[in-house]
């Protein structure tokens, strides 16, 4: 069966790069039409089971409600398939968010799930992912696989020393590894982060928070009365020392990766947590997270001074050999 290539599946979103393909000539411009038109498996089973005469049969097929255009259909059919053969989602509902790392998508869960909805957090491949400075994230850590396995074979470590095609997949695969591992770690320790469920395909499946047509927003784009406010920060705050205690900075903590819902809220984005026992610059990471937390909660009257708070979460719950130094020591 022939599938689609990785580029064959993005979404109009990338208009610029299909663009560029289409200036390549009427040649190219027939081939990549050609390409597009061709369906991966659960298309095919789709296709067939639309003429099939048995009218239960045509159920089996993932049909999702949501497909957005033609080369975003296929993109969810490729990433999401799977997760509906093994009955984790039954459904693809709507779009939840489109960005430069990642669409995530609001699904009904399958009953393998037990949820009535689910996040799917689709990735960019790695040649459209756009995350500066990556590397400086990546520094300490170990390369993991698909299933969240270091990588311990020397020509695989290698092939990623050296740049080599097979080396930045791997390094993309080891990148979103990362993140499902640090959900799993942060949520079994009670921090407050959506839930993993499963992760394959270049996507991480987890718990959805808010309703379909009302997702939770991004605290930054909710307005808070002051008590709520100074709860919502401590409860932050909390959670960042539990993060550090267990060995997670996340590194890129804002109002912008806290969804708040309700009263309640969770933690998103960790793909470029660090660890502050092996990061160089653990420290100076987590003190931005907590000057941008301050920052955020200042608008409500909150003030603190962020670096001293930074600095005594720190010496809470790091061991004494590795002391935070000032950014103006």
């Known amino acids: 069966m022939v599938r689609l290539r990785t580029q064959d599946l993005i979404d109009e979103e990338f208009e610029p790069i299909l663009q ?31 003429h099939a005469e048995d009218p239960y049969a045509q159920t089996a097929a993932f049909n999702p409600t949501f497909s957005g255009s033609r080369y975003e259909r296929l993109w969810i059919l490729n990433y999401l398939g799977p997760f509906y053969d ?42 459209f992912r756009n ?35 097979k080396g930045k997949e791997m390094e993309h ?19 407050k982060v959506p839930e993993p469920i499963a992760f394959a395909n270049n996507t991480i499946l987890m718990e959805y928070f808010g309703e379909v047509n009302r997702p939770a927003p991004v605290l930054h784009s909710v307005r808070l009365d002051r008590a709520e406010a100074q709860k919502l920060f401590d409860a932050l705050l909390d959670d960042v020392g539990t993060m550090l205690a267990h060995g997670r900075v996340h590194a890129d903590l804002s109002a912008f990766n806290v ?35 301050a920052e955020y909660f200042g608008r409500y009257g909150i003030h603190t001074d962020a670096e001293a708070v930074a600095i005594e979460i720190w010496e809470q719950h790091m061991p004494p050999a590795t002391p935070p130094v000032p950014d103006d020591a």
């Open 259 to 293: 969804l708040y819902w309700q009263g309640d809220y969770r933690i998103i984005d960790f793909p470029q947590s660090v660890d502050p026992e092996v990061h160089s610059a653990a420290f100076p990471l987590f003190q931005r997270d907590v000057v941008r937390l």
């Open 173 to 191: 695969v080891s990148w979103l590894a990362h993140e499902y591992a640090s959900l799993q770690a942060l949520h079994a320790d009670k921090v």
């Open 131 to 165: 995350l500066r400075n990556d590397a400086l994230y990546r520094q300490g850590r170990e390369v993991l696989g698909p299933r969240g396995q270091p990588i311990r074979d020397r020509r695989a470590l290698l092939a990623i020393r050296f740049g080599t095609r």
């Open 20 to 50: 560029r393909r289409r200036a390549k000539g009427a040649a190219d411009t027939k081939l990549h039409r050609a390409r597009a038109e061709r369906f991966n498996d659960h298309a095919v089973v789709d296709e067939i089971l639309a």
């Open 86 to 127: 093994r009955r984790l989602i039954a459904d693809v509902l709507r779009k939840v968010k489109g960005g430069k790392e990642a669409t995530v998508y609001c699904c009904s869960g399958g009953t393998a799930s037990d949820r009535d909805l689910v996040a799917a957090k689709v990735y960019r491949p790695r040649q």
